[in-house]
């Protein structure tokens, strides 16, 4: 099945710069790959994801990259602020969408 | 706002108990899911349903028991359960059950086993 492995599993930044959390996973007929932030006791939001058609997709202060090749994508977040403190985790889609989640990883912005 | 609504929000109750779990959905997505989270981890998937009708068992014990009543509704049946069942419990939805559709969480149920 699949696994995914993230990294790092812990990253503080200054805010106003940038933070990467870089995901890989193991089977190549995964072709979904959704990323969550979910802060201290509430659930996991759908913050942006990647079809596997697509290297690259943009929301504003957020991007995700896919690198279908070396199976890994990663989650950029620029210009962070103290509300982007949150754990953050990758995932990736096996059959009948079954999310297969990364650890984790817990982003601290610091003011 | 969350669309994917879950109560209770929390649950305390006794090994011998039987007490359910219930999500509900209004966006008209026909897959439903009931993961398990514990403090620290990711979500775990347990079970998959699409078009009400049970699609994937991640091998999850029979002292839980998933049921979906309809196409909004999801319950999640729970009998002679351990200590080690503590967790959040999160239901998601998605617009069917097909890879590349997103899921959307509830708030979750945090369910504690004396």
């Known amino acids: 099945g699949e696994n995914v492995e993230q990294h790092p599993s812990t990253l503080s930044v200054q805010e106003g710069d940038s933070a990467v959390i870089k995901c890989t996973y193991s089977?190549?007929?995964?072709?979904?790959f959704p990323w969550y932030k979910q802060e201290l006791g509430k659930r996991p939001q759908l913050i942006i994801d990647?079809?596997?058609?697509?290297g690259e997709k943009k929301d504003q202060r957020i991007a995700v990259t896919l690198n279908k090749t070396a199976k890994h994508f990663s989650l950029h977040i620029t210009e962070t602020q103290p509300e982007d403190s949150a754990v953050y985790f990758c995932?990736?889609?096996?059959?009948?969408?079954?999310?297969?989640f990364g650890a984790g990883t817990i982003l601290r912005v610091k003011s | 706002d969350t669309e994917v609504t879950q109560t209770p929000k929390h649950l305390v109750m006794g090994m011998t108990n039987k007490k359910s779990l219930k999500c509900e959905q209004h966006?008209?997505?026909?897959?439903m899911y009931w993961y398990k989270q514990k403090a620290k981890k990711p979500p775990e998937l347990m079970f998959v349903?699409?078009?009400?009708?049970?699609?994937i068992n991640e091998s999850v014990p029979s002292r839980f028991s998933p049921e979906c009543p309809n196409s909004s509704l999801l319950n999640l049946h729970l009998h002679a359960l351990q200590p080690e069942d503590s967790a959040l419990y999160l239901c998601?939805?998605?617009?069917?059950?097909?890879?590349?559709?997103?899921?959307?969480f509830g708030d979750g149920t945090r369910l504690s086993i004396l």
């Open positions: 998601a939805s998605s617009p069917w059950e097909a890879v590349n559709q997103p899921q959307h």
């Open positions: 089977d190549s007929a995964s072709n979904y």
């Open positions: 990647i079809r596997s058609n697509v």
């Open positions: 995932a990736a889609s096996e059959y009948g969408n079954k999310l297969v």
């Open positions: 966006m008209g997505h026909r897959a």
């Open positions: 349903y699409s078009y009400e009708k049970l699609s």
